[in-house]
């Protein structure tokens, strides 16, 4: 420790005079010279923080250290925080390596395929042996308690429909490049080994959680999908979306079925770490009724607003780094819908510690009952500077055999 105190004092005292020079035409700015000694020592955090391997991201310092990663994979499942922190996915289950992206048959999947390997009754923890891409034919309806886990292969599920989670529990999804996906055909799926049903046309999300409970997103990178890139309807809840690195898509997160659907009332969401990247437009998240905790994500650009919902539900929005786009009237963070502001007055909304740069600002809302904002409060935040480097690896890692991911 002691070490790595003095590499620290060095690595600042370092930073701040390369930045002091950088800067002595500027010196008549004591502000630009603050913010450019804060760069620097942001920094060397980050450089320290992969020295001793302590990012300050709490999901990632509990797994990524390990250089033996691969040999302790179900070691993930104890890394969940938030509202999804007792989502085990295939946890004690067996291992299951997909050798085969083919998906031929939806009804009767061969062995060695990812739709094989979603539908088994018992809990499974699935891997791949190689880069892959998987274009589906319909969508891949996922049986509960599994794991799709993408570390050590570069997986894209591409070009066709993509992940649902029907009314199933305990899904852990990490590592995979979602994107490009479309709605499908009707046809018949097989979501179980004794049961195959008629499917109707799927809305093109990236990933669909339909009456799903205990479930995790994690170090995903998902874009350009024909409806969202996560949504979570009809009496979704015990939700966590960490990690993602999102881009170039419109309408990117649904959290709520409709307005009339009050059996959302009891949904609880976190959406933490994600980085919220170029491209996107609007719904990061867009919410009803339930209960949101939004903590320490970036957001680098939106075109209409950031966060928005109907219907009165609770946004707790903490840490979180907000750069507004550069027109003029689209830096308001937030969206009250569907709502004249005589009621929308009254929706919990606050912004507690959040950092907005480029003109952005959050529109609260509500008497703040603490009662409410508890029930929209699954982990403590970490101050908004440190957004930067606990984002940084943001989205789908590149993890290697025998080293650190």
């Known amino acids: 420790m002691a070490g790595l105190s003095l590499l620290l004092l060095f690595l600042i005292i370092t930073c701040f005079l390369t930045a002091t020079l950088a800067s002595s035409s500027q010196l008549h700015d004591p502000e630009l010279v603050a913010q450019e000694v804060h ?3 942001n920094a060397s ?3 320290l923080g992969y020295l001793s391997c302590g990012t300050g991201n709490p999901i990632d310092d509990c797994w990524r250290c390990d250089p033996n990663w691969e040999q302790n994979r179900q070691r993930l499942a104890d890394c969940a925080i938030g509202f999804g922190k007792d989502a085990i996915g295939g946890r ?16 009767n999947p061969r062995p ?32 509960s308690f599994k794991t799709i886990d993408g570390r050590g292969a570069s997986v894209h599920i591409a070009g066709g429909p993509c992940i649902t989670i029907h009314y199933a529990t305990n899904i852990i999804i990490h590592g995979i490049n979602i994107h490009d996906c479309k ?40 874009s350009n999908c024909h409806d969202g890139l996560i949504d979570a309807i009809h009496g979704s809840t015990a939700i966590t979306i960490s990690n993602n690195y999102m881009t170039h898509h419109d309408k ?25 990247g170029e491209g996107l437009v609007q719904r990061m998240p867009r919410c009803r009724h339930g209960y949101f905790h939004v903590v320490n994500n970036d957001y680098t650009h939106w075109e209409m607003y950031a966060i928005g919902g109907s219907a009165a539900p609770t946004i707790n929005s903490q840490g ?66 440190l957004v930067g480097s606990i984002t940084t690896t943001a989205g789908a890692l590149i993890c290697r055999k025998g080293s650190r991911c």
């Not at 094989?116 to 049986?143: C, G, S, T, Y």
């Open 320 to 385: 979180n780094r907000f750069l507004a786009p550069n027109t003029r009237f689209n830096k308001e963070v937030t969206k009250h819908e569907n709502a004249p502001e005589s009621e929308w007055r009254g929706w919990n909304w606050r912004s507690e510690g959040d950092m907005m740069l480029n003109g952005a600002y959050f529109r609260q809302s509500g008497a703040g009952a603490s009662s409410s904002y508890a029930r929209a409060s699954s982990l403590s935040a970490r101050p908004s500077s």
């Open 92 to 107: 004690n289950g067996r291992i299951y390596v997909v050798t085969d992206s083919g998906d031929d048959d939806p009804v």
């Open 45 to 47: 955090r980050r450089n």
């Open 183 to 222: 709605q499908a055909g009707n046809g018949n799926i097989r979501n179980s080994p004794e049961h195959s049903g008629w499917w109707t046309i799927s809305d093109g999300d990236g990933v669909s959680i339909f009456g799903g409970k205990h479930i995790w997103v994690d170090h995903c990178s998902l």
């Open 252 to 276: 990117v997160m649904l959290l709520g079925h409709s307005d009339s659907y009050t059996q959302d009332k009891g949904m609880q969401v976190t959406v933490a770490f994600n980085h919220f």
């Open 39 to 41: 760069r620097s020592i």
């Open 112 to 143: 060695g395929t990812l739709r094989h390997a979603v539908i088994q009754d018992e809990p499974l923890w699935i891997i791949f042996k190689r880069d892959m891409v998987v274009q589906l034919k319909q969508e891949l309806v996922m049986n």
